[in-house]
């Protein structure tokens, strides 16, 4: 396998290109980021942040560490990586954008059988690009938003945004003509047996015509349905933790959910590749 941490990231204040000197990523005005002891490097300025903490905080990113790590999601996992490889065989550079813990990208990475990757994994939650880094260094790790990516315009081949907040604007700024945005979101079923629990009556489903984003052509899109079982009370609160139903469940609903022994799952998703037109 060919893997190389992403090395062309850009000043998240002055958008100039940063050069690693030493301890620190440093840019021609003067601005410089400090790597930290496990590699990462935090790029999202005071200015940028909405809150001291943004994103996910330790417990929720534990969670889903704990819940990734059990192959509950490796379907999508290696749908997602089958998708973003399908196209050639040179080589890729890919950034997973709200990477969480970096699960997709290292799965990415596994597959890739020996294709070249530069990988980079950014995520607005410190706490989650800290286990990222910590699982796996060979990518490059970015505390950053996805509203500002620090990458230059148009190096990307590919950009990963699975449950999270595609920017397309952005996207479309840092992807190459042709590049391809992967975007994974939930089915109208997803986790319905757990909404089911934590809720008192479920939303209507959603409209599915969710519109092709300004600058993309819609190239593919794939349904991924499977069922599946949650052995234990540990795994339940888990995907629990690590989901905004968390916060959106009343506490007697997240009780109910909690006291449960074991639950069958649907999961049910998504997947939409776009491509960069010209």
């Not at 059990?70 to 996992?77: D, L, T």
């Not at 998708?83 to 997973?96: Q, R, V």
């Not at 599946?228 to 339940?236: C, G, V, Y």
């Not at 449960?260 to 960069?276: K, Q, W």
Request: overall charge positive; charged content about 20%; some cysteine.
């Amino acid at each position: 396998m060919s893997l190389t941490p992403f090395d062309q990231l850009t000043c998240p204040l002055d958008d100039s290109p940063l050069r690693r000197e030493g301890g620190q990523w440093c840019c021609a005005l003067g601005h410089s980021f400090d790597i930290a002891r496990e590699g990462y490097v935090n790029l999202l300025p005071v200015q940028h942040k909405r809150s001291l903490d943004p994103g996910d905080g330790k417990a929720m990113v534990a969670a889903r560490r704990r819940f990734l790590n059990s192959g509950i999601y490796a379907p999508i996992a290696e749908a997602l990586a089958r998708l973003a490889l399908s196209a050639g065989d040179g080589p890729l550079a890919c950034l997973d954008a709200g990477c969480g813990e970096g699960y997709y990208l290292r799965c990415l990475a596994a597959l890739a059988s020996g294709r070249p990757l530069q990988l980079l994994g950014l995520d607005i939650s410190k706490w989650a690009v800290l286990a990222a880094a910590r699982q796996d260094g060979r990518p490059a790790w970015v505390v950053g938003s996805n509203a500002k990516l620090p990458v230059p315009d148009g190096r990307l081949d590919r950009i990963l945004c699975l449950f999270g907040f595609p920017v397309y604007g952005e996207f479309a700024r840092a992807l190459k003509p042709g590049g391809l945005l992967l975007q994974v979101d939930a089915g109208d079923d997803h986790l319905r047996e757990l909404r089911e629990v934590i809720y008192p009556v479920l939303k209507a489903p959603r409209s599915a015509t969710a519109g092709v984003p300004p600058g993309f052509v819609l190239q593919d899109s794939q349904s991924l349905r499977y069922a599946t079982r949650l052995a234990d009370q540990a795994m339940i609160v888990d995907l629990l933790v690590m989901t905004p139903h968390l916060y959106k469940a009343t506490a007697e609903g997240r009780a109910r959910a909690a006291a449960l022994p074991a639950l069958d799952i649907t999961v049910d998703v998504r997947l939409n590749v776009f491509c960069r037109q010209p």
